[in-house]
């Protein structure tokens, strides 16, 4: 499968580089992340689940390993399962950061009250081993606050998430907090609004901003279906406009990786046969 982007964004061929099925059932990876150890070993987290999708279900985190980002990828027990009495109802969408010798892992935890969803933080020093951190949830927010992603901006740690214009419904946005220490969250500001408006699912899902020949570039989606992924530039990482548009990547939930003096972009979700890897190219 391969993408071309509009003005000149495309992605390459998308190459399977772990599929989590077992061989009597098949699994989906859904929203993820990557991260490479101290050690140099790579680390996929997830959304995991028996196909055929269940979201409200989704109550434990895949965890795999390579020591190549291309594989092959080994797969290990999960890392973390919904904690009922800290009254997690699901475990959606994790991102890890690294500081200080320690590794952050921010997720949604869900809660009974879907404006008001959990956003959840685990810490490890290995990858392997994860203990929920006693100030979580940091915040909340919603309509169904979710899809972490955080880095490091002009020396403050910022996180992106989607959720909507007011916890209760709205436009769906990406929302924005920023952090000194990845413990204690501004409030939030909005870095993107659609113009699309609802309640849980949206089309602001997934948000992955990181820079790029002195640009700023924002992916959401799935934009306009499931298996697609837009990109917007800008000349700040804190306002992305729809005018901003200059690519479509034929992909779900896709997350950015740097490898090899390259670009990638990845590629999971429902129905998808676990993740997939492409090489990401910009106009010269």
């Known amino acids: 499968m391969e993408g071309a982007g509009m003005d000149g964004v495309r992605a390459g061929e998308f190459r399977r580089i772990y ?3 077992e061989s009597d059932r098949r699994w989906y990876i859904n929203d993820h992340t990557v991260i490479r150890g101290a050690d140099g070993r790579w680390h996929l987290f997830g959304i995991t689940h028996p196909e055929p999708a269940d979201p409200f279900d989704e109550t434990e985190f895949a965890h795999a390993t390579a020591e190549d980002l291309h594989g092959p990828w080994v797969r290990h027990p999960p890392v973390l399962r919904a904690d009922l009495d800290r009254g997690e109802t699901h475990l959606w969408a994790p991102f890890v950061v690294h500081d200080d010798g320690r590794y952050f892992m921010f997720y949604d935890g869900g809660g009974t009250d879907r404006t008001a969803t959990g956003m959840g933080l685990a810490v490890s020093s290995d990858l392997f081993h994860w203990t929920r951190h ?18 490091r901006v002009r020396g403050l740690w910022v996180m992106y998430y989607c959720a909507t214009s007011t916890p209760a419904g709205g436009n769906h946005v990406v929302a924005y907090r920023t952090s000194p220490d990845l413990l204690n969250w501004s409030e939030r500001r909005i870095a993107y609004a659609d113009p699309a ?3 849980g699912a949206g089309n602001t899902e997934s948000p992955f901003v990181f820079r790029h020949g002195g640009s700023w570039y924002l992916l959401i989606g799935p934009r306009p279906d499931y298996v697609g992924t837009e990109i917007f530039r800008s000349i700040s990482p804190f306002h992305f406009d729809t005018s901003d548009r200059v690519g479509h990547i034929p992909a ?10 390259a670009l990638w972009i990845t590629h999971a979700g ?7 890897l492409a090489r990401l190219t910009f106009p010269d």
């Open 19 to 21: 599929d989590p099925s």
């Open 134 to 151: 006693p100030d979580g949830p940091v915040f909340r927010d919603g309509y169904d606050a979710r899809d972490p992603m955080v880095l």
């Open 197 to 199: 408006t609802g309640t």
């Open 252 to 261: 779900h939930a896709a997350e950015v990786i740097t490898h090899d003096d």
């Open 270 to 276: 429902w129905g998808q046969g676990g993740v997939a």
